[in-house]
């Protein structure tokens, strides 16, 4: 009973964790400059396959996400300055293009991983199997996944708190036009951004391979997880975020260990009663 | 009288006829199975693109949610047809009605948040919340689970009537199509000209008629699968064709203005004096019931409808992808671009395989970001309206 | 005398309207020049467009003799301008010390003294967030914003004391008698008043162009020319 229920808010958690690292980007993303990235999530899918590989390859588990880090950030720069950055203020053209980005990494990656799902052949024997205080089992692997997330969660936090450029993203969510008035490069900070939150993407990609395990499929799920973490917790809200990500990850999670048939659905169902009850979001609004 | 006089004086006439001679080529002349068939799908799959057009070309309401209808239509199809005893039309009036009404559920359920991303993302909650449900193994008896269910093929596609219904009438029309478009050329021709002429085109057209005899002769004695081939090919292409004037003819029509001031500035549309919920509430329903429509169409060349392969937003991104390349609020785009996907598709798979989709992807970025308004778009220059002229259009 | 800066039959379009048609003037280093003129003259456009957000699209606009055309906002505010626009526009979900910070980018460490100095209530309020302080309030932020730069050279500055108390245009009064000393000012005034206290020169602006112009004492003693393009509204 008691077993049942902290493995499901364990998971919950740990499920929080990677929806946080999916939608954080994905939320300043769309905060700073009205972009809604398509692509998002085909960088939570690659991330997963680079470090999947790098991992294969060197037996490094660290080595693999921070690969999976630094490619993601290094491709997004590549795509936001060739491409997006030419369409800047065309909604519409923005939003094909990053299709069209997701359009080719989805069918690249189906090419080289067709149907299959893959895991990590090694990750070190302090993340393997469980812990067990008392009647309670917690799957080791999963709790780096909650460390990871809470330290990125931090850090991003730190960032955006206590430095000029964090300064400049959060007045650039509220009003680009003003920002620029004043002095902000807001193309160089979005450029940042940009490759910070595909960063975090594909980190958040790189944890899942040990949990859930690297697919072409996860590209377009965690895109659209994206979507409702960001309606849930408000468009361009950092800390709604969080709070939405940490919430529909243990509502998935508690459905999965008791009704299982509404985990699926869950998260949609609680994107559509927020956009439909409080469409600035749950968060949004009055409190930040 | 006179309108049809003008109808046939547009330059569209001739240009529907040789259509309409090339349409007939696949089966008739050129008797290729798998060629054929492709075509059909492009066919019902226009029809869904051409959904797609009608509401985000001309009503700027990009709906991720769209196969939504496409599926839901092609289940009612599957289930009229294996539980009912009505027949194909009447499943695909189901389909056509099904749609209509999940776009009018749809709309009052997002009227507070019914534009822009809000509205994105909440229409691809709501086919989310289905497809996972559908999934579900409780859901199983409607869904047919992975396996999705069968689709009895329709008696229609089998017969033999259908397919002479279908071949004269095609032919009839092609033929009128000739005789109009070689008169009004001939029309100044001295006697000594036209006489020629005339001689010569009934030629043709008799030709035509009797080598239809033959191939009509032929289908009747020809395995099943051969007829069903042609008639679901004729049967598409009629649905393709109807819609296509039918969408063009709405989108030209007071309503289709008043979308179209939406897609450009609602806020102004609502000062003018009209109430765009209203018109957002048709566009999605008359874009629903056309999804729902295709998706009927396509249920029997899926042979099982499964949660999977029908309301996968991936059919989304596809037809948005098509209409985009062919050109957003053209409807001849989304056409040519499901046109020219599926057929770099049938050719290039057989030889580079899954690179086809790659360069699928390169050739859309490369339109996207040179031709912004999509081929037909860039063929077809007007100018465009300005936001003040459609206005005072809609004023006057 | 220089001018620090110089606009030259400007022309600007937003969407489909003609806003600026031909405007120009200069600003003379070290003085306050007041635009004045009816809603949708074009003033505000007028600040836009120097700042780079309309960008011009025939004309030109120099500050220190150096064109703007075609530098980003970012530059041209980096080259040391100010701005401080009709509606506020603070940051509402940034700290007042944090909307501060936004104004003094340019340089290396932000020294706030000088914005508390201005507007000593502002220092009470530091760490509250710019969405809490009263629309008055609020307006003062937008103005200690665009002055807490000690650098910036000229100040765009649009109708500060629009909507406020009594009392708080006196702590704007305040604040631009001792901006002025330092900067170059170009002032879209929300009545004569200010305009007359503060200006040594004045333009009146109506649908788009530059109506009048000149030192402020003809604008104090003809008095048909604010009858003719003021009308009542201005008392």
Redesign the interface.
Known sequence: MISTLASALIDGLALSMLYFMIASGFSLI?GLEDI?NFAHGSFFMLGAFVSYEVVSYTGSFYLGLLAAGIAMAILAALVESG?LR??FG?E??I???T??????IH??A??RYGAASSTYGTIPSYIQGTLKPGPIIINKYRLFIIVLGFIIAGGVFLFLNRT?VG??V??G???V???????????RTFTLVFAVGSALAGLGGAAAVGWIYASVDLG?NYL?FA??IV?IGG?GSFKGTFYAALLAGIIHELFAYYI??LA??SL??L??AV??LK?EGLLGGAT? | MRNLAKHLKSNSYPLATIGLFFALIPIFFYFNLPFADILTRIFAISIYALSFDLLLGYTGL?NFGQSLFFGMGAYITAYTLNWTEFNFMVALLFSLLVGAILGVILSL??R??FKG??F???S???V??IL??F?????RPVSGGEGGILVPLPGILKSIWAIRVFEYGFLGLLAIGLLVAIYKNTRNFSLLQQVPTMLVSSGIIGGIFYFATEHLSYLESAASFERLTANRYYLTLSFLVAIYFLIRRVVSSPVGKVWQSIRENETRTEVIGYNTFNYKLLALAVSGSIAGLAGGLYAPYLLTVSAGNVFD??IT?RA??FA?LGG?GTLKGAILGAGIILLLEHFLNPLI???T??L???I??FV??SM?RGIVGELTVTGGKSFREMVREMVS | MKNILELQNVHVEIEEAYVLQGVSFQVPEGQLVAILGRNGAGKTTTLESI?G?WPPFDGDVAFKGESLLGV????I??KGIG?S?DSA?I????TVE?NL???T??QDSADLEYAYELFPLLKDHSAN?GKSLSGGEQKLLALA?AMVDKSNELLLIDEPTEGLSPENSQKVYRALDKVKERASVLLVADNLQLAEKFAEKFLVMANGVVEEKGNIEKLIENSEIAEKYLGTGVQ
Do not use: C
């Open positions: 769309f809604v491409l030419r369409k065309n519409m053209a939003i094909m293009l299709l069209g980005i997701m359009y080719i069918h690249g189906l090419l000029n300064l400049i959060r007045a969510i509220d009003d036009d003003m920002a620029k008035a004043l002095g902000a490069n807001t193309k377009l659209f979507f409702a309606v468009l299982p048939f699926g659905p949609f169902i994107m559509a956009l439909l469409p930040q | 990009l359920i997002v507070r948040s991303v809000p994105t993302f909440f691809l909650a709501f989310m919340i996972s449900m999934q579900k193994r409780i859901f937003p991936f991104i948005l992808i985009v957003l395989g899954g690179w989709s790659i699928i992807g390169i859309f970025i996207v970001f912004p | 700042l957000l980003p906002p970012y530059k505010a980096q701005y626009p526009r940051f509402s979900n940034l944090e910070r936004m104004g980018l340019n967030l914003r």
